[in-house]
């Protein structure tokens, strides 16, 4: 990412946060290639990944775009391919291209949304009808 840019989410959720970020980017790029940033470690099925203390993700777009990253870095030609998620007190950063692509927008507004919903008081809203 050539001058990307970090969205901040504001959430109260700690790793369940990182956990729904991952969750919905496995049904935005079906054939997305997860790695944890700090360790390079890869993390091949999501159903396997331990979230507790793990802060920083990259979600590449497909195994071709995992490999094009590790040859030439930061390329332009890879914009739209990457998505950084990093987990810090109080907020997930989300971090994409400086001009993200209408879907990754929409990516990130939707995962937004979701972040900021209270689920629980629409449970109980749901039981006191």
């Given at each position: 990412?050539?001058?990307?840019?970090?969205?901040?989410?504001?959430?109260?959720?700690?790793?369940?946060?990182?956990?729904?970020?991952?969750?919905?980017?496995?049904?935005?790029?079906?054939?997305?290639?997860?790695?944890?940033?700090?360790?390079?470690?890869?993390?091949?099925?999501?159903?396997?990944?331990?979230?507790?203390?793990?802060?920083?993700?990259?979600?590449?777009?497909?195994?071709?775009?995992?490999?094009?990253?590790?040859?030439l870095?930061?390329?332009?030609?890879l914009?739209?391919?990457?998505?950084?998620?990093?987990?810090?007190?109080?907020?997930?950063?989300?971090?994409?291209?400086?001009?993200?692509?209408?879907?990754?927008?929409?990516?990130?507004?939707?995962?937004?949304?979701?972040?900021?919903?209270?689920?629980?008081?629409?449970?109980?809203?749901?039981?006191?009808?």
């Amino acid at each position: 990412m050539i001058g990307g840019s970090d969205i901040v989410i504001p959430t109260g959720r700690g790793i369940e946060a990182m956990d729904l970020a991952v969750r919905a980017v496995t049904r935005f790029w079906r054939g997305v290639v997860l790695e944890d940033a700090v360790s390079g470690e890869s993390l091949p099925r999501y159903a396997d990944i331990g979230f507790a203390g793990r802060n920083e993700i990259l979600a590449f777009r497909d195994q071709r775009s995992a490999k094009m990253w590790d040859e030439l870095g930061p390329d332009p030609s890879l914009n739209g391919t990457l998505i950084h998620f990093l987990l810090s007190e109080g907020e997930l950063t989300v971090a994409v291209d400086a001009s993200p692509s209408p879907e990754i927008k929409s990516f990130v507004d939707g995962l937004r949304r979701s972040l900021q919903q209270d689920f629980f008081a629409g449970a109980l809203a749901s039981e006191a009808a």
